[in-house]
Nanobody, 122 residues
Framework: QVQLVESGGGLVQAGGSLRLACAAS????????MGWFRQAPGKEREFVAAITGNGGTTTYTDSVKGRFAISRDNAKNTVYLQMNTLKPEDTAVYYC???????????????WGHGTQVTVSS
């Protein structure tokens, strides 16, 4: 079992930055690929970014490429999502997830955090 706790969300103006963190406990994080997903009010959950267990490979949804960066520090059992040039459409609850393989589909991740709210004002 892996327990995940997100932090770092908040209210920011458009063009600003936030860094989300996902702290893991229960298992060595390096065993798992990690993903970030988000869900805006009235919308389905969508994939944002993912990273392999050793951090060597990353993937992003097109709408955040060049603005967001996923990284991990396995020594700290923590994964990060650096979000720059934020837009109002980035407003959502952001979730981190852990799974055995890097994937863009949420059903490939058995472990999920409870989410952190990101609100971007225009």
């Amino acid at each position: 079992q892996v327990q995940l706790v997100e932090s770092g969300g908040g209210l920011v103006q458009a063009g600003g930055s936030l860094r989300l963190a996902c702290a893991a406990s229960g298992r060595t994080l390096s065993m798992y690929a990690m993903g970030w997903f988000r869900q805006a009010p009235g919308k389905e959950r969508e994939f944002v970014a993912a990273i392999t267990g050793n951090g060597g490979t990353t993937t992003y949804t097109d709408s955040v490429k060049g603005r967001f960066a996923i990284s991990r520090d396995n020594a700290k059992n923590t994964v990060y999502l650096q979000m720059n040039t934020l837009k109002p459409e980035d407003t959502a609850v952001y979730y981190c997830a852990a799974g055995l393989l890097m994937a863009r589909k949420g059903n490939q991740y058995p472990y999920w955090g409870h989410g952190t709210q990101v609100t971007v004002s225009s």
